[in-house]
T-cell receptor, first 113, second 113 residues
Framework: SQKIEQNSEALNIQEGKTATLTCNYT??????LQWYRQDPGRGPVFLLL?????KEKRKERLKVTFDTTLKQSLFHITASQPADSATYLC????????????FGKGTKLSVKP | KAGVTQTPRYLIKTRGQQVTLSCSPI?????VSWYQQTPGQGLQFLFE???????NKGNFPGRFSGRQFSNSRSEMNVSTLELGDSALYLC????????????FGQGTRLTVV
């Protein structure tokens, strides 16, 4: 069955450093992959979408890569700030429908001042 | 424009009771999906409705059901509540086609005692 794994449950880094989060998937060839941010007690908020034919996507301090051979996506936050502390989730569409997403369990990022 | 609205925000129910949760999607969005989020299992897909029809269904027992109205508003019902149904229930709306982001509501925190 399709599986999606985010390798680290938690990641602690110092302010100003680059945070790198990993998302791996198996038994699947998705057309695209998405990253979301979730703060405690709130719903996830969309950050970036990267398509299978795109190697890299950037948005301000965020960068996502997508390697369909390795079946892996990397999510980078450069010049990290305490306000970036949150749980980050990767998600893939299942069954050809955007409304049916498989989510990883998330990586909780803590940025210390 | 207004975001996704879920009501109520918090709910406490007794085992064996039933509960109905409501979701109002973003205006113009035809797809509404429901997810259950627990600390152990993460975000799990329940079902998706598109133009009043159930388009996809996750691996949950028949006690979980939903519907969508002609104005795209959706309700989710859980009958014969069990302690394990305690979770954050999230609703997401999207236009309904691929390569689009999902917009999540704040969620309904259901506690079954």
């Amino acid at each position: 069955s399709q599986k999606i794994e985010q390798n680290s449950e938690a990641l602690n880094i110092q302010e100003g450093k680059t945070a790198t989060l990993t998302c791996n998937y198996t038994n699947y060839s998705p057309a695209y992959l998405q990253w979301y941010r979730q703060d405690p007690g709130r719903g996830p908020v969309f950050l970036l979408l990267i398509r299978e034919n795109e190697k890299e996507k950037r948005k301000e301090r965020l960068k996502v890569t997508f390697d369909t051979t390795l079946k892996q996506s990397l999510f980078h936050i450069t010049a990290s700030q305490p306000a970036d502390s949150a749980t980050y989730l990767c998600a893939l569409p299942r069954g050809g429908s955007q409304g049916n997403l498989i989510f990883g369990k998330g990586t909780k990022l803590s940025v210390k001042p | 424009k207004a975001g996704v609205t879920q009501t109520p925000r918090y709910l406490i129910k007794t085992r064996g009771q039933q509960v109905t949760l409501s979701c109002s999607p973003i205006s113009g969005h035809r797809s509404v999906s429901w997810y259950q989020q627990t600390p152990g299992q993460g975000l799990q897909f329940l079902f998706e409705y598109f133009s009043e029809t159930q388009r996809n269904k996750g691996n949950f027992p028949g006690r979980f059901s939903g519907r969508q109205f002609s104005n795209s508003r959706s309700e989710m019902n859980v009958s014969t509540l069990e302690l394990g149904d305690s979770a954050l229930y999230l609703c997401a709306s999207s236009p309904g086609w691929l390569n689009t982001e999902a917009f999540f509501g704040q969620g309904t925190r259901l506690t079954v005692v």
